[in-house]
């Protein structure tokens, strides 16, 4: 990176003894310096595993995707003793949102659907791709399948690490694209703990038998 000393080690002798020529070098030298670090650090404060708040928010201008929902999601502000809405579940009630459901994302939320959006973005539609744009937007400890059920129908567990009350209602509510167009989600299976979903005759990471799977919730 440049230093301003770069530039002002250039001034001649005939006017290195000009206080006024030097700090006049130096005001425009470091206005030029000042521009180019600025312009630098542009690819890291919009990175979308770095940007945050108004840089975040023109991340996802950009992608075509708000962080404020038409419809304010219910059911997802933290509470005791409510099953799903604990601890690492429930979302925080924001200044601004309504006691009915919040209507703003937060960061990391807003960040889980631009990356949905990404991918819907350079989707095909086809139930391959739908799959792949869930385990980029869930990727680590939570799994999200999809299941045809060859009747211009579909269904979508959810498996591992339990999504957030507020990731829930955005897959549920429609809002993260997973479906092509005509075919109908029947509904969400999302696990009651963490770990796969019951079911004979298969053991996997998405399901499991006796002792290890888990009675699922269902979601239309």
Not at 132 to 142: A, E, W
Not at 178 to 203: E, M, N, R, T
Request: with cysteine.
């Amino acid at each position: 990176m440049p230093d301003i000393a770069e530039y002002t080690g250039k001034i001649t002798s005939e006017h290195a003894d000009k206080p006024k020529y030097v700090a006049m070098v130096l005001a425009v030298c470091q206005s030029f310096l000042g521009a180019s670090d600025t312009a630098k650090s542009l690819p890291d404060d919009f990175d979308l595993d770095s940007a945050i708040g108004a840089q975040l928010d023109i991340v996802g201008v950009w992608v075509g995707v708000t962080r404020y929902v038409r419809t304010p999601l219910t059911g997802i502000y933290f509470a005791l003793d409510t099953s799903g809405l604990g601890f690492d579940q429930g979302s925080w009630r924001g200044p601004f949102d309504p006691d009915n459901g919040t209507t703003t994302l937060d960061d990391e939320t807003y960040r889980t659907l631009i990356r949905a959006r990404i991918g819907a973005n350079h989707w095909d539609g086809t139930l391959e791709q739908s799959r792949r744009i869930l385990d980029l937007v869930f990727s680590g400890d939570t799994f999200v399948f999809i299941q045809d059920n060859q009747d211009m129908s579909m269904t979508v567990g959810v498996v591992g690490k339990p999504l957030s009350a507020i990731e829930l209602a955005l897959l549920t509510g429609g809002y993260i694209p997973i479906k092509p167009q005509s075919v109908k989600i029947s509904y969400y299976i999302v696990p009651s703990a963490d770990g796969p979903l019951f079911g004979f005759d298969v053991s996997n990471q998405y399901i499991s038998g006796f002792d290890t799977g888990n009675w699922g919730r269902i979601y239309e």
